[in-house]
């Protein structure tokens, strides 16, 4: 049997490293579909090497582009945001790798899950928003949530040394990123260049200074909760600062299994993809004498007030954690754009919290609303800071 793949999000950083892992893997699996937001010269060489069936441009202005670069009439071509829920429903795929950036790609992970695709999930903000309501959908419809994060993949390889009820306590590993070893005074002075060069991962630009804040870790933190059913305060996070134990378990007999890896998300993507199976493939088994030690460390909460807001907001429920997300999109992408200053991405999302009127059992529009609304009181703030 092929396994036939759909790649949202290709022409990003996950989404490339997944064409070359797949390409790698030979005949049993195949791309049947890719998407791109705006990259469409990357889009049209990546269609000439795969030869996918399917491809969507989710910027539609740049439909007229793709469709003259590409000239292929056996290559059907989508456009505008809707046409990433139309991937990931297509028939003829079983696997949806969702490799999108923030909460764009939650209504396509919503229909994969629907669908009762696999789904090989990169792109933690949609669990992070609706975690309850795709977790949900997935045990309707028998669709294997697999995740590729890298953290979650190693805490999912090492469930399976037990039960989940067996479960104690989850750490999570970080690098801690460019800033870890600086005060909060500290970090009042770092520029976008710093924040934007992570010691040890090579990712897009959002992630990077989610990475920088230490919010990806606050993201992961819930994004475990709703994978492996555990509650928050089973969460614990360590900074690990040479990124080679991914994640830990421990289970009640005080046994704790890790992970180990090189900081390679070749790995992650290729379990998620090859599950129940293990092939050989890109990734690099970590040489540890010559890494020689390994280092854990417990983070400052003072420094990184991410972390301290993602138990409250896993605790609170609700629209908290829409919030919680959407206010941090906005903010990176102003502090990307030179608006605002590195500090000023946890004080929006912090302000955005503390007016936020949450609500519990809300339906996916009433989540969506939360998600605008929190963007809209960035934009108010952002030109205040
Ligand atoms: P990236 O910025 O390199 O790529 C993002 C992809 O999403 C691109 O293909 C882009 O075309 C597409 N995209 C952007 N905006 C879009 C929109 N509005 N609508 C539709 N498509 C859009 O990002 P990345 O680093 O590959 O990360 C992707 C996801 O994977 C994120 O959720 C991130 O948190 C997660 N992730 C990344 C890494 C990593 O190493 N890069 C590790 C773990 C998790
Ligand atoms: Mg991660």
Known sequence: MVRRIAILGSTGSIGANALRVIEGLGEGYSV??????????????????????????????????????????????????????????LDEVDTVLTAIVGAAGLPAVLAAAKKGKRLAIANKEPLVIAGELLMAEAARSGSEILPVDSEHSAIFQAMQAGKQAEVARIILTASGGPFRELSAEEIRGVTLEQALAHPTWDMGPKISIDSATMMNKALEIIEASWLFDVPVEKIEVLIHPESIVHSLVEFVDASVIAQLGEPDMCLPIQYALTYPDRLPGPAKAPQLAEIGSLNFSRPDPEAFRALPLAYEVSRTCGTAAVVFNAANEAAVEEFLAGRIKFVNILELVEDCLNKHDVKTGVSLEELLEADEWARRQVAALACSA
Not at 32 to 60: M, W
């Open 32 to 89: 049947f579909a890719l998407s791109a937001h705006s990259k469409v010269e990357l889009l049209a060489e990546q269609v000439r090497t795969f030869r996918p069936k399917v491809v969507a441009i989710t910027d539609a202005s740049c439909r007229r582009r793709l469709v003259e670069l590409l000239g292929d009439p056996d290559v059907e071509i989508l456009s505008g945001p809707e046409s990433l829920v139309a991937l990931a429903k």
